[in-house]
Structure formats: C-alpha cells, structure tokens
C-alpha cells in the first residue's frame, strides 16, 4: 500500500504556473493558499493522516484553492517522492502541527528550509527558552516536562512568587495558568496534560517564572538576502492589555519610533537568529520590563489569525499573506516594509457572558456601523448562525483619529453593558 497518494486537479494541468509551493498540515485556513494563487503559484496540500494528527485535529478540513493533495500516512520518503512528481519548490508550513513535517520534506527536496535538527525551536517554549540561553540571549527561568515531582522540584529550587503553567507546544488553544504555589501548580498539571496532548500529541509542559511586564506581539518576515545570510525585518509591533481578572481588553498597534519598539525589535532579531529562522513568518510573544527589559515568552513560525491579518491591513494597505508569500520566491519581488506610523489600530477583544447564545441583532448592527470598524468576526456577521462560538470575537477599530477609535472602544464596552450577548448574563 503506497503510503501517500497524491490526486491531481483536472482542470489546473494546462495552466502555466511560477511555482508550486506544498503547504504543510494547512489546517489553519486558506488564506496561504489563496495567496500564492495569486501570485500565480499553484499549491499542494500536504494532509496528516489522522493516526498522525493531535486528536483536537481528528476532524480538521483543508480549505483553499488547492490544485493537489498529498496525504502523510508516516514514509517521509514517500510524501517526497509525491511531491517531487509534483515539481514542489517551495515547502511552507501551514499550522503548528507542520512545523517538524516542513522542515524535513523541504531538507529532502533540496529547498531552504530551517535546520529539521532544530525545528523544536520554532514550536516549543522549552526548547526555545534552552536555545535562547545557549546563544547567550536573555530568556525566561523554566522547565520543561511530562513529570509534576521534577516540576516541583525545579521550583523549590527557584522559589518565585507566582509561575506559569503552560504547554510546552506553541499555537495550541490552551490557555496558560498562573500558580502562586506548589498546590496550584499540583492541581492544575493533569488538566493541562491532558489538554496539551488533545491538541498538539505532546504531553510536556512549561512551568516558568511569571514574567513582569506588558506583553507584547512582534511580527516578523525572512527571507534569504545576500550571501545566503537570513534577513529578519519587523514588521509590526502589538501591545496587549488586559483587565484586572487577566482576561485579554484589547490589542493596540504600537508607534514604531519610541524607545521601546527599538528596543523590542533589537532583541527579536536576535531571537530569530538563535531559533534558526530562515524564511518565513514568526509571531513573538515578548513580556517587557523595565528592570529586565525584553524577554521571550514564545515565538510561532506561522501567520497569525485572519482578522489580525485584516488589523495589519487597515494599518498599511498591504496584505501580510501576500508579503509573507513574497518571502517564499527566490529573489522576492518586493521586500516587506514595517508598519507606517500615524494611524491607531486596535484589536478590541469582546467578553462574552455566561450563557450568551449570539448577538442581539440590533445592537449587533449599532457595532457593525460604528465610524472605526474595520472588521469584525464571523459571531458579529449580520446572519451568523447561533451555533457560531463568541470566543475570540474580535472587532477591529481603525482610524487616523485617535480620538474617534478611542469613542468608539468605548461604545462597545457600554454595548456589551447593554445587552449585546442575547441570554447572557451579565
């Protein structure tokens, strides 16, 4: 039994391509896809077989206009020889769960990739935490395993005022805990175990110090530049806040002239360099002090969520698939540019209340039509269904008046005060 297949598209033999680019476990979207296509690529699905998936993944659909599918079912000689029919030239991963797969198919093919000997770094907060201090770059105090009696004991031996909780694996929608003690630290390991496992197959956890400071999201890109060397550019920079609970308020896009987005994207470089990026995309998580500046909380070799694509757009003009697709062809047609400054951009995140069953519509439509509103999620749409979760609803608020983003930030607050979730209580 062959252990990948490959089924070729009809109506896309006769088109003429630049390129056929193999996005990896592409569960995360279509919006690479759609972007290549673009540009006038054609792209082939790499599939996981399900023994091969994380379980919160048994049921994943690929989506996108895909020319080809290649299924994984394990033989990495296989999947290449698939692949390789296909005139593949570009590998690119398309979620977390293909980050390792990418890097070894691209190794096999003879295409830039990142070293598969270390591609840990570039999904897993242990294994970047241990790289960050081997290249002597300042990192977060952690430790990462399967064992709560190691977990422990590392922590008798750095005696902290609270931790963090967390998967060791990157990108998995589990989200982490703050343990002031060992007891907490004891009661929460079985359910993030278990949740770990669910969506990424690794059971190992990160306890680590509970990091001072605002967090915040750098977006970077690379691309190969001369002599073969990486180039990293920043591209933009996010700073969350949040409310007393810990719940996340909103998400705001950052001048890039003040000290800190320097000094922010000075050490992103060099993170990149130690976690061995190459091309590609990387969201990273940064807590910020000011006794011990910037230090990395985690950093995710993939493009962020749509409607955060959409804020970057309202902020630039730009599309960041296409900028990242750019990073992909040799050489570039056009290099990334970081964000302009002068224009507010905010990620408004919206809370939910308990036993909210959708979006009363007319207050919905007093949202949608507010003077900022850029986008909004798929639970804010006119004709959502009811079965659309309100987890992660976002609305993004864009303006060359800061004033009118920050008027409108507050209507939406009062409109979930209001009654916005139906049945929900307050």
């Known amino acids: 039994m062959s252990f990948a297949t490959a089924r070729l598209a009809a109506s896309t033999r006769s088109l003429r391509v630049a390129g056929t680019a193999a996005i990896v476990a592409p569960y995360s979207g279509g919006e690479y896809a759609e972007a290549f296509a673009r540009k006038g690529w054609k792209t082939v699905a790499v599939d996981l077989d399900a023994r091969l998936r994380p379980l919160a993944l048994a049921d994943a659909n690929i989506r996108g206009p895909y020319a080809d599918t290649v299924e994984h079912r394990g033989s990495l000689r296989h999947t290449v020889k698939a692949l390789r029919r296909l005139g593949v030239t570009a ?88 343990c002031t003690d060992e007891f907490q630290v004891s009661v929460s390991w079985p359910d993030m175990r278990r949740a770990a496992a669910r969506h990424s197959g690794d059971g190992h956890l990160v306890l680590a110090e509970n990091l001072p400071g605002r967090e915040y999201l750098v977006h970077s890109v690379t691309w190969p530049g001369p002599q073969g060397q990486p180039d990293h550019l920043v591209t933009d920079i996010w700073a969350e806040k949040r409310f007393a609970d810990g719940r996340l308020d909103r998400t705001d896009l950052l001048d890039r002239q003040p000290l800190l987005t320097r000094a922010l994207s000075i050490y992103t470089l060099r993170v990149l360099n130690a976690l061995g990026v190459v091309r590609g995309p990387v969201i990273s998580r940064i807590a910020y002090s000011a006794t011990r500046g910037p230090l990395l909380i985690s950093a995710l070799a993939v493009p962020g969520p749509p409607l955060a694509n959409e804020a970057f757009q309202a902020a630039t003009g730009r599309e960041r698939f296409a900028d990242l697709v750019d990073a992909w ?87 979930e005060r209001e009654g916005l979730y139906r049945g929900g209580r307050a």
């Open 91 to 178: 590998v690119v991963t398309g979620s977390v769960a293909g980050t390792a797969l990418a890097d070894r198919i691209a190794s096999m093919l003879d295409l830039p990739c990142g070293n598969p000997a270390t591609s840990q770094q570039r999904c897993d907060r242990g294994a970047q935490a241990a790289a960050l201090s081997a290249a002597a770059v300042p990192a977060p105090n952690s430790v990462r395993t399967t064992s709560l009696s190691e977990a422990l004991k590392w922590a008798e031996l750095f005696p902290l005022s609270s931790y963090v909780l967390a998967p060791a694996a990157v990108g998995v929608p589990v989200e982490p805990v703050v």
């Open 329 to 415: 062809i040799s050489p570039p047609p056009t290099e990334p540019v970081p964000v302009p400054t002068g224009r507010r951009v905010v990620r408004v995140h919206l809370q939910p209340t308990d036993g909210g069953d959708g979006i009363d519509p007319w207050l919905g439509r007093i949202l949608r039509q507010l003077p900022t509103v850029e986008a909004v999620s798929a639970g804010l749409q006119p004709h959502a269904a009811l079965s659309t979760p309100l987890a992660s609803t976002e609305v993004v608020l864009s303006s060359d008046e800061p004033d009118a983003v920050e008027a409108d930030y507050r209507v939406i607050r009062a409109l």
